[in-house]
């Protein structure tokens, strides 16, 4: 396994965090549908049954207004790990610059 990040992953962290934004905006949808769908089937409960249900639901909700939230926050730490990791990568290209210029004055092997 590679230690370090070359250019073929320069990206990753950017693209990770926009992934986990399409699928947690995908899940969204679908679970508001399943919510929806799950009002409809509660008209045909009464008496305990009816309130079990809506307890149930409501926690579904909650669980899943939850996962949606911890979604939110890593796909932005994602992000922010990328604009770190490309300050670090230019900044270590301007000292690696500034280095190879500092030895002007060896343009040859010493060993030659």
């Given at each position: 396994m590679s230690q370090h990040a070359g250019?073929?992953?320069v990206n990753a962290l950017s693209t990770g965090g926009e992934n986990l934004g399409m699928e947690s905006d995908g899940l969204r949808t679908q679970m508001n549908q399943l919510i929806q769908d799950m009002s409809n089937d509660g008209d045909s409960l009464q008496g305990q049954a009816l309130n079990d249900f809506r307890q149930a639901r409501e926690q579904l909700t909650e669980r899943f207004d939850e996962l949606m939230n911890w979604c939110s926050q890593n796909?932005?730490?994602l992000n922010e790990g990328q604009q770190q990791f490309n300050i670090t990568d230019t900044d270590s290209a301007a000292d690696l610059s500034q280095a190879g210029n500092d030895l002007g004055g060896?343009?040859?092997?010493v060993n030659a």
């Open positions: 250019l073929e992953n796909g932005i730490k060896l343009s040859r092997p």
